[in-house]
Each structure stands twice: as structure tokens, then as C-alpha cells.
């Protein structure tokens, strides 16, 4: 198999990366992965051809492997969701996005035959809390908010590997659904025990998306040439807080009725708790306009899907 079907994956023992890892396999591609911990990626992504130590910093060990591949696929970042926000946490948040992908770009620049296509992570969170406005790419970002200012140095991190000639993808993601990982095993708990309910105001917009269209719509910016820049990747049908978690109630045969206050999430999450009662009603429309045809529009049909109901 020639060099040209080498794709880089940063991230790939995550919830995302791992999915996309075995599709681009599937696929015909060689994956080699980029973790901190390749011995832990060995375990959780099987299939990949490689597996190499990486650090934000470019390091000669792995900015080797960059030379001749397809695409880079920057995936890597401290969960949002993986613990109460301090000082320190919101640290590692920023840096293990933005300074990684600056180190990225640097390397990238230093080889000599240079990666296609560099799709990088993203987020909604570019937009702040959009209220009830529809949000597409077009778009200015948000102008407060801790984690809007993340996203907005992040993307602008990225987009300097098109002065390389590399043709860049932002992936502006929502609430990605997925049965093992991600938010829903956190959402579901609490309709487990008949506890279910909205995060209060529960008018917020929910965007959410089914993992087998968020690595469908990453494999499609990977290999079609007339995507590049900022994509929304949310289902096409976002709701609002309160009807997702009526629609999670209905699947799991469990009422919607406790709804969660502000306060409650604040003593848990800290200041991630003003994200929560915030949202975002954005709208994937240049991915749909470029063809993508969503396998999961409905939120209830997604979570049928994911949690065998």
C-alpha cells in the first residue's frame, strides 16, 4: 500500500479516535497513531499500523512520520467533561488543544513533503451561548465565555497550516452520542434510577451527534477535496435541553421529570457548570451542502440506535 493512504491520528484511544481509527482501517487506509502512551493505544486500537510516542512539542521521533502522509487527523484534548474545572485542569484543557496543535503545524512545516489535508478538532463552544439563534459557519464567534476563547485560539492555531499549502478542516463539533464514551453514559445514569430530567433552564439547545456521523462526516472532510474550514458536525435536528432529555426518558422507559438546577451542577463541575445551562442551535449546513447525508436526523431514532432500545 503506498505512502498515500497514511493517515496520522492524534488522539485515536478517545471516543472518537478510536471509531475512526478502525473505519479508516475498514477503509483501506494505514492509521498510525500519535498518543502519549503507545502502549495503551496498542491496546485499544488494534489495527493501526504504527504506533508512536508524541508530545505537543515537536520532537524529532515523531515529526518523522509526518513526511509523505495523507492527512493528520488531531483529535487529542483533556476531556471537557472529565472533571471539576480548577485552575490547573482548565490549564491542561487549553494547552493539550491549542499548544498541540500549534507543535503540530510547526512540524508540519519542517518536512519537506508536506500532509494533504490536516482535519483538527473543534467545537460549538466557538459560538458561545447562541440563545435561540440559528448558527452556521458563517457565523462571528462568541464574545464571552472561558471556553469560546479555547476554541477561537485553537481554530486559529490550525488554520495557519493553510499558509503551508495543507488544505485545513476545522471540526466544530456538538455533544457527540456514543453508547461507551463521551456524554451519553453520564446523561443515561440519572434515568437509570428514575431520576431523570432537563438541566435547568432547559430551553438551552442541545447539539448533538450520533458517533457513526461524526466519524462518517471526518472521513468525508479527509477525502473530499472541496471541504476545508470551519464545519459544523451536529445532527441536522438539534433540540432543546428539555425535549432531548424527554426524548432519552421515552427511550429508557423513564420519566423526564427531575430537572437539575444550576446550583447542583456548580457544587459537582464547578465553573463547567455555566456551560451546561448554555447551548448552541448550530446547524451542519456545509457539510450537507457538500452531500453528507446523515445516517441519525432524529435524536430519538440515535439513541434507539445506541442504547438497543
Known sequence: MSE??????????????????????????????FSRRPDKAVQIVPSATNYVGWTPEPHPGWVKHLEGAYGVVHLAGAPIYGKRWDDNYKNEIYNSRVQSTKGLVEAMASVEQKPRVFVCGSGVGYYGDGGDKVLDESMPPGNKGWLTKVTIDWEAAAIRAEALGIRTV??????????????????????MFFGGGPVLPGTQWFPWIHIADQVGIIIKALEDERVSGPINVTAPKPLTNRDFSAALGTVMGSPAWFPVPHAALWLVFGEL?????????????????LGYHFQFTEAETALRDLLKK
Do not use: C, E
Not at 493517515?7 to 483501506?28: E, P
Not at 466544530?172 to 434515568?191: N, S
Not at 457548570?273 to 451542502?289: E, F, H, M
Open 4 to 33: 498515500s493512504t497514511r493517515i496520522v491520528v492524534t488522539g485515536a484511544t478517545g471516543t472518537i479516535g478510536s471509531r475512526l481509527s478502525a473505519a479508516l482501517v475498514q477503509r483501506g487506509y494505514q492509521v498510525t497513531v
Open 170 to 191: 476545522m471540526l466544530r463539533t456538538g455533544i457527540v452520542l456514543d453508547a461507551q464514551g463521551g456524554a451519553l453514559p453520564l446523561l443515561k445514569m440519572p434515568f
Open 273 to 289: 457548570a455555566d456551560t451546561l445551562v448554555t447551548g448552541q442551535r448550530a446547524l451542519p449546513t456545509r457539510i450537507r451542502n
